[in-house]
Antibody, heavy 117, light 110 residues
Framework: EVQLVESGGGLVQPGGSLRLSCAASGFTFSNYWMHWVRQAPGKGLVWVSRLNIDGSTTIYADSVKGRFTISRDNARNTLYLQMNSLRVEDTAVYYC??????????WGQGTLVTVSS | QSALTQPPSASGSPGQSVTISCTGTSNDVGAYNYVSWYQHHPGKAPKLLIYEVTNRPSGVPDRFSGSKSGNTASLTVSGLQAEDEADYFCGSYAGSNHYVFGAGTKVTVL
């Protein structure tokens, strides 16, 4: 089955760190750019970051630049998001998504990150 | 980049059509033919309905159609069905390798 499965979310204090994972299956992971997108409670989707197929080029939204790091392990078919210096406003469901035609053609079900003291 | 503007809600009876607008700027929706639409049932994975303004991925019914005029894109759902009740988001490439989404429209099937 073609799918993406996120994990690693949870409750963390402001200033803390968390690493999210996204396991891909059913397709050739190394052929696709990959993204992270988040949705704060009651809000819309917000694009977070993009990574090219070999992991050499990373792009970030201004709101997370310098704090978040996107990476991938093509041998393990896994995408990561290392989140440091977390803020209350980073609280959201985080989705990984496959990029295609400048759209997002496959999504996971998301993992919830709550930043609170 | 600011979020794209969508109406918060839309509704229609079964069999009717509903159209959702998505307004951006000349830097995103108006600049590129890279507008996409997503259906999201809460708690589930979002699903791509339309890419590159008008194209449907395989498996998406032709009841879903997209268009664009200037800085505003639209999604039309024809022949509304109960399972179409969901949140719908638009997205656009915004240049400089960035992307922007709308805040979402909740569609209710009356």
């Amino acid at each position: 089955e073609v799918q993406l499965v996120e994990s690693g979310g949870g409750l963390v204090q402001p200033g803390g760190s968390l690493r999210l994972s996204c396991a891909a299956s059913g397709f050739t992971f190394s052929n696709y750019w990959m993204h992270w997108v988040r949705q704060a409670p009651g809000k819309g989707l917000v694009w977070v970051s993009r990574l090219n197929i070999d992991g050499s080029t990373t792009i970030y939204a201004d709101s997370v630049k310098g704090r978040f790091t996107i990476s991938r392990d093509n041998a393990r078919n896994t995408l990561y998001l290392q989140m440091n210096s977390l803020r209350v406003e980073d609280t959201a469901v985080y989705y990984c998504a496959r990029g295609n035609h400048e759209a997002f053609d496959l999504w996971g079900q998301g993992t919830l990150v709550t930043v609170s003291s | 980049q600011s979020a794209l503007t969508q109406p918060p809600s839309a509704s229609g009876s079964p069999g009717q059509s509903v159209t959702i607008s998505c307004t951006g700027t000349s830097n995103d929706v108006g600049a590129y033919n890279y507008v996409s639409w997503y259906q999201h049932h809460p708690g589930k994975a979002p699903k791509l309905l339309i890419y590159e303004v008008t194209n449907r991925p395989s498996g998406v019914p032709d009841r879903f159609s997209g268009s664009k005029s200037g800085n505003t894109a639209s999604l039309t759902v024809s022949g509304l069905q109960a399972e179409d009740e969901a949140d719908y988001f638009c997205g656009s490439y915004a240049g400089s390798n960035h992307y922007v989404f709308g805040a979402g429209t909740k569609v209710t099937v009356l």
